[in-house]
T-cell receptor
């Protein structure tokens, strides 16, 4: 499975947008880009995923670079409840398992 | 729609003992994956079961074994417990679709402490 690189931690102010970067320079053509987050004392939860085009849902937006070697998860208006570890993951077409890295710990300042 | 549930919530065992952790899948899901999450680390894939058969395994020794039942619930068994087995054990269910695009739904986990 291809690897991803994320900053260890980030800080943002409440009610401001947050841009969480992810590098995946060895991505293959069939890899999907997924984001999960893990709130304190909970299991991970799905946030969003995409293949080539930018994606939006009720939780976030995913911006994918044209060469697909990087992507950015965008939280449009961070709240204190968005404080979590965010994992950027590549999933290939062959299987269903998820290979997690260490993720980015997002701190939201009131 | 019932989410993924796991039992027990917490468990304390001693070295050398055996443990069984349980997971109930989300309704309609036929695939269960198990992960181990050590403190401060991301979850590590243990194995996956699809329609009662093992469908992939991570880098874990054979003393980690599992079962999936006809109702798609699942068990994780760990024999000869070691101190390093202390971790949060997560179960995730999904509808195996291949293509890497489906979502996994995680339970809250079982916190295992080995003394």
């Amino acid at each position: 499975d291809a690897k991803t690189t994320q900053p260890n931690s980030m800080e943002s102010n409440e009610e401001e947008p947050v841009h969480l970067p992810c590098n995946h320079s060895t991505i293959s053509g069939t890899d999907y880009i997924h984001w999960y987050r893990q709130l304190p004392s909970q299991g991970p939860e799905y946030v969003i995923h995409g293949l080539t085009s930018n994606v939006n849902n009720r939780m976030a937006s995913l911006a994918i670079a044209e060469d697909r070697k990087s992507s950015t998860l965008i939280l449009h208006r961070a709240t204190l409840r968005d404080a979590a570890v965010y994992y950027c993951i590549l999933r290939d077409s062959g299987g269903d398992k998820i290979i997690f890295g260490k993720g980015t710990r997002l701190h939201i300042l009131p | 729609e019932t989410g993924v549930t796991q039992s027990p919530t917490h468990l304390i065992k001693t070295r050398g003992q055996q443990v069984t952790l349980r997971c109930s899948s989300q309704s309609g899901h036929n695939t269960v994956s198990w992960y181990q999450q050590a403190l401060g680390q991301g979850p590590q894939f243990i194995f996956q079961y699809y329609r009662e058969e093992e469908n992939g395994r991570g880098n874990f020794p054979p003393r980690f074994s599992g079962l999936q039942f006809p109702n798609y619930s699942s068990e994780l068994n760990v024999n000869a417990l070691e101190l390093d087995d202390s971790a949060l054990y997560l179960c995730a269910s999904s509808l195996l679709s291949g293509g890497g695009s489906n979502e996994q739904f995680f339970g809250p986990g079982t916190r295992l402490t080995v003394l």
